[in-house]
């Protein structure tokens, strides 16, 4: 088992920043990667951003340049900066790990973006 916590959501305005974080813990070894989800009310939950194992990345073409994916090994941290937020942004935004065939979720945490 994998399990996931996350924090550093809440309320910002438009224009602001705020980074998530996504700690795991258990069964780390051999997680492929992670993933940042998010879903917005009466949307389909969608992919943010992902990191592999190995570092590489890639972001929902929507967000380049104003999101960023990154993880701290020695934490078993990964991270979602969030720069420039839009009241679109407005979501509870997940983190996933990926391990074999098996997905592991988090409870989710919610970012609000004021107008």
């Known amino acids: 088992q994998v399990q996931l916590v996350e924090s550093g959501g809440g309320l910002v305005q438009a224009g602001g920043s705020l980074r998530l974080s996504c700690a795991a813990s258990g069964n780390i070894f051999s997680i492929n990667y992670m993933a940042w989800y998010r879903q917005a009310p009466g949307k389909q939950r969608e992919l943010v951003a992902r990191i592999t194992s190995g570092g590489s990345t890639n972001y929902a073409d929507s967000l380049k340049g104003r999101f960023t994916i990154s993880r701290d090994n020695a934490k078993n941290t990964v991270y979602l900066q969030m720069n420039s937020l839009k009241p679109e942004d407005t979501a509870v935004y997940s983190c996933?790990?990926?391990?074999?065939?098996?997905?592991?979720w988090g409870q989710g945490t919610q970012v609000t973006v004021s107008s």
């Open positions: 996933n790990a990926r391990r074999g065939l098996q997905d592991y």
